[in-house]
């Protein structure tokens, strides 16, 4: 069915003391969200992620240092200079910032993966052609990630199973935020929650935030979602098939995003035996149909935001979004 975007409720900021400390504060949560208002810290489900935070940073150039790098769960900020090949993925441990140098450096051919893990920051990155199985972000049985500011991208020139995903969160994953980032010319976008048959692990987790991304020529999975809780907001979604899906009781606000050239925006009823949920509001659908068999409980995040609408969504996202915009 379709579906017809609800009102966005306003936010009153808290009292604060003193004149001067409310007025400052109800301007900070009046003011729309901007290219540089999460530079640096993540807003959503992830915040409170600091990666390696002050560690003192180390630059690598090749495949082998960068591995060394991020090994342990020591503080550490580690810079990649210049585009690596690789084949397979690299693990990243706990408490470690990974930082792309300029707006051409990262990893193609495969990937990184945060596997029981905490407390990650990956930035600034180009991460392109993650050759199957391997995803270019995997994010498995972690918690407290940050995936900002990167530009993933493959290619349709193969079958949709020739790459894998461009950033799979799964195995009750928790307290993730992906902002900032863009996602080109692939098949499968985003998979959070990896099985319907795996509700036993991931009932009450996979938290996960996206806003401010942009998805061009991305066929599905913008993101697909079972079992968990997502926010989708202010993004800008164009030439995609089916983007937003929510399955198996999966519980989905989708907030202020804007989808051109795009099928089905959001859909709860396909491809799993169980719907998902979906509330809507404030989005500028662009013509693309919505599939709501189950309106949702999930309305008010529990953290603080302020979206921008959905009318200034385009502009924002397109400057301000990918490697090399920090």
């Not at 790459?163 to 935020?177: F, K, M, P």
């Amino acid at each position: 069915m379709r579906t017809h975007p609800l009102r966005t409720r306003s936010r009153r900021p808290a009292l604060a003391t003193g004149a001067a400390a409310a007025l400052a504060l109800t301007a900070a949560l009046v003011l729309p969200q901007t290219a540089s208002a999460a530079e640096t810290s993540p807003i959503g489900f992830g915040a409170g992620t600091t990666g390696g935070g002050s560690a003192t940073p180390v630059t690598v150039t090749t495949l082998s240092a960068f591995k060394s790098a991020v090994a342990g769960d020591a503080a550490k900020v580690v810079k990649v200079s210049g585009l690596i090949p690789l084949s397979g993925q690299v693990d990243v441990g706990s408490n470690t910032t990974v930082l792309g140098v300029g707006s051409s450096s990262g990893f193609t051919g495969g990937g990184l993966r945060v596997k029981e893990e905490t407390n990650v920051v990956v930035r600034n990155l180009n991460i392109s052609k993650p050759l199957a199985p391997s995803d270019g972000v995997t994010v498995q049985k972690s918690t407290r990630v940050w995936i900002d500011h990167n530009s993933f991208s493959a290619d349709r020139d193969h079958d949709k199973d020739y790459y894998d995903g461009l950033l799979d969160i799964t195995h009750a994953s928790d307290n993730v935020t992906v902002s900032w980032n863009t996602f080109k010319n692939h098949y499968k976008g985003s998979l959070v929650g990896h099985s319907d048959s795996n509700a036993s692990e991931d009932t009450g987790h996979l938290k996960v935030t996206y806003h401010h991304n942009h998805f061009s020529n991305v066929y599905s999975r913008i993101p697909s979602l079972r079992f968990g809780t997502g926010h989708f907001y202010d993004n800008y979604v164009e030439g995609a098939d089916t983007a937003v899906h929510s399955r198996m009781g999966a519980q989905m606000l989708v907030e202020n995003n804007v989808f051109r050239s795009t099928k089905i925006a959001v859909t709860t009823s396909r491809s799993s035996d169980v719907d998902g949920y979906a509330n809507l509001r404030g989005n500028d659908l662009g013509g693309a149909a919505t599939e709501i068999s189950r309106t949702g409980s999930f309305t008010s995040p529990p953290y603080g935001y302020t979206p921008e609408p959905a009318s200034s969504v385009v502009a924002s996202v397109t400057a301000g979004a990918g490697a090399g915009k920090l």
